[in-house]
């Protein structure tokens, strides 16, 4: 799995910047335009929160835990709702900014938590984390379903008969390059670049194969109550972000600077700042290399 070190490489690097981009509790996962591209930004983000909220019956006083929370949109969100949120995430950077405004967030890795840590929750989700549970070292020794397999144990412990859990996660598709061409030095329109990139930007990562994979690991205790490809919504998100990263204040622009001199001493930052020339998450959601999935499961 990506340890610590990883996402805070992948997140808390970019903190301020995210947040003076994108708000203060932004969100850093694909929205819900269901193909409404007239819908700014914030309101499919909305969207997809009221769909989670509404598919998981989130209401005043549920007990409700947020699992990789990232900067906290969808603990603000159930806020509004009455709902009685918690947070874990791995980033420093992130935790400290949730803090910050008000939200009930740890640094801690969620695919551990036991009913002793918290308690138990009457709804869980995880938006955008199961990305960072499978290291590349983990999927070649053969632990791949065995790492999913463990994670939905644990989230199973958590919840009562009948609760409910969210995630959404992006995975590999039908056009996935062969893992021996994947390599910063391959063609840089190839396949093979794009998906470099992306395990340049998200170190100690590796997606599952499919929704397959993850409802498989699920069962049996897990039945699946709803899927959906948000891979066209992502490719729509992915644009609005870089508007946003895009657009100039000084004090924004500065701390682009300030990250300048890793360039010189960290390889794999170079394939970072590559990310901002061009979005290899959003080449490998175009030529369907990736796709993404919205699941929605009960406990039986
Ligand atoms: C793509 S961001 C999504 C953040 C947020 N859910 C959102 O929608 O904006 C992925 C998040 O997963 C967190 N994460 C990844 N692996 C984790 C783990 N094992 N334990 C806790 N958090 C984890 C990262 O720290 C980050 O907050």
Redesign the pocket.
Known sequence: ??SQKD?DFT?STIDKIFRLSMGETG???GAMYNGDFSLTLEEAQRQKHQFIADSLSIGPGSKVLD?????G??LTYIKGRGADGRG????QG?AAACQRNGLRVDV????TIRPTDYGRFDAITC???ME??CSIEQWQAGQQDAVYADFFQHVADLLPVGGRFYMQTMVFSKNMPPFERIRLDADPDSDAYYMALMVAEFPGSWLPYGPEQVIRNAEPKFKLISKSSGRLDYIETIGQWRKRFRAFSLEKYLTYASLLPQLLINPAFRGLIATFRKSPNRVCFERELMDHYRLVFEKV
């Open positions: 799995m990506a996402l997140y969100d850093y996962s699992m990789g929370c990232g900067w949109p969808f874990v995430t791995l980033s992130q801690k890795d969620c695919r938006i955008g984390g960072h549970f």
